[in-house]
Each structure stands twice: as C-alpha cells, then as structure tokens.
C-alpha cells in the first residue's frame, strides 16, 4: 500500500496554520486508510481474537480521525464553516427540502428556518384515499 512520504510537507521554518492544516487533511487520510484496512481484516477472518483487537485498533483510529477534524475547524476557519452547512444542508437533504433551499443554505439572505416539506412528503392515511 503506498504512504505518504511524511517529510513532503517539512519547510525550513514553522508551519503556518494553512500548511499545517494541509499535512493534518493527510493524517486524517491514513487515519481513514487505517479505519478501512482493519474493517476488511475483520470481514476477512473467523478469528474472534483477533477481531477484537482490530475492533479496538480500528476505533481508535476512528477517535484520531474525529480529533484531526476538530483541529482543521480550528485551524481552517473557511473548511469550519463548510462543515456547519452541510450538517444544514444533511438535515434539509434527507427531509426532502428542495434543492433550492439546500443550496440557499450560507449564501447571504437565505433563511436559517427549515422551509416547509412538499405535500408530496406530508402523506397521511387520510391523504392516500381516492
């Protein structure tokens, strides 16, 4: 499996948040990788032992992912923001807002209030009868 070379990112002087949230976007890459090798270890034995381990292994890596997260929101104030829309946009997405109102989500004007859901998701038993 290729890795990363992780010196491509050393420069010949302390890092400025932006690089140094670039070479974080990395670590969260490899935690992933990680994440995603143990789970097919797991898929890939009858080995309760060993599952277990990996389980544990792979939920740590997990745990360093969601950490590496938060510190790009810290050190990428532009990619903290992409992150608190799309949770606005997730939440209007999967209650069949339409795509207007999603795409209305950060744009300035646009309302922070969930519009109304089309009637076409408001069906009742009431509603199905001829």
């Keep these: 499996m290729p890795q990363t070379d992780p010196f491509h990112s050393l420069v010949p002087r302390k890092m400025t948040d932006t690089e140094l949230a670039r070479s974080i976007r990395l670590n ?3 935690e992933l990788d990680a994440i995603n090798l143990y789970a097919a270890h797991i898929d890939a034995t009858d080995n309760e032992e060993a599952k277990a381990v990996l389980r ?19 050190l990428d104030p532009e990619q903290a923001q992409h992150a ?43 509603s199905l009868r001829p």
């Design 28 to 30: 969260i890459e490899a």
């Design 56 to 74: 544990h292994v792979m939920d740590e890596e997990r745990e360093h992912a969601a950490l590496f997260w938060q510190l790009i929101a810290r």
């Design 84 to 126: 608190q829309e799309a949770v606005e946009k997730f939440k209007l997405i999967i209650s069949g807002a339409p795509h207007e109102s999603v795409e209305a989500v950060g744009k300035e004007g646009a309302s922070a209030a969930e519009p109304e859901v089309g009637a076409a998701k408001r069906l009742t038993v009431g």
